[in-house]
């Protein structure tokens, strides 16, 4: 599978050559860095200070791997999280540092300020090209993160591709079988094992992260919530414990922000949520919510829903 790539349109990178070329001295442009008007994104290259200023950092990070791109071996393959941010695979609590490259071979591989370079196979089903750089699959990528990044962070950035139809589960067990025997390879596979597409948010991936290690009994993923008398819908649940009449949601600003519809206000929304979950109520399942500080806050959110599910 190729996923689509909407990037914006991407700043204009001058090279240093070019500016000597074009009159503008070194004097010149070091001023000009000091002023901010133009900012080194690496040796020898520069971006407007206002325009990258603008860019959040999985923007900036995507025009730093553009930009070393160019200069990399034949055989080289952005990956990790430089694959990543090219690819539009979300990424949570993820290090925005140096460019990170993938090489035929083994060994350790270099780490400079702005590039870290690994050896590592590289089967060309492993490979793709994204707007005429080579880059790491999706599924790769997701193996390499699984690898390399804490369990929590592969799995948000695995349930998001797999919800987005980025990749298959199919792809990533054919990027695992590909991986085995590398280091820590048994960590991706817990990670991508325990990955689920019916996740749609970061926090609903958080939340079963957070479950998952305080020993909470797994729940089933948005749940729809109908009368007992009549059938009549009365919504859709981020969590549910069907045996123990319970369900849980996550509250992301999301819900109250963005996506509040044309024509009403943030109130309206919340409002119709309350009416919502009192309907909930009124079948007889205990309703329990939490928000990003509490999923932050060690411990805080999973024993609100160790007690609502009555468990000591």
Partial sequence: MTPAHPWPVQPHVERRRDLLAAGITDDDIQRRRRQGVLVSIRAGRYADGATLAA??????????????????????????ESAACLLGLP??????GAVQVTRPGTGG???RRSLHTRFAALPADDVIQVRGLRVTSAARTLVDLGRCRSFESAVVSADAALHKGIVTVEELAGALDRAAGTPRVGCARRAIAFADGRSE????SRSRVAMHFAGLPPPDLQVELRS??????LGRSDFGWKDRRTVGEFDGRIK???LVPAGKHAG?????????EDRIRNEGLTVVRWIWRELDAAGTATERIRRALGLA
């Fill in 109 to 111: 591989g270099h780490r």
């Fill in 268 to 276: 309206d929304v919340v409002f119709e949520e309350k009416r919502r």
């Fill in 91 to 96: 990424l949570w609590d993820a290090e925005f």
């Fill in 201 to 204: 948010s970061a926090g609903e």
């Fill in 228 to 233: 007992a008398a009549d059938g009549l819908f």
């Fill in 55 to 80: 860019l959040n950092p999985i923007q900036q990070h995507r025009l730093l791997a553009v930009t070393t791109a160019t200069d990399l071996p034949d055989d080289a393959a952005l990956s990790h």
């Fill in 256 to 258: 109250y922000g963005r």
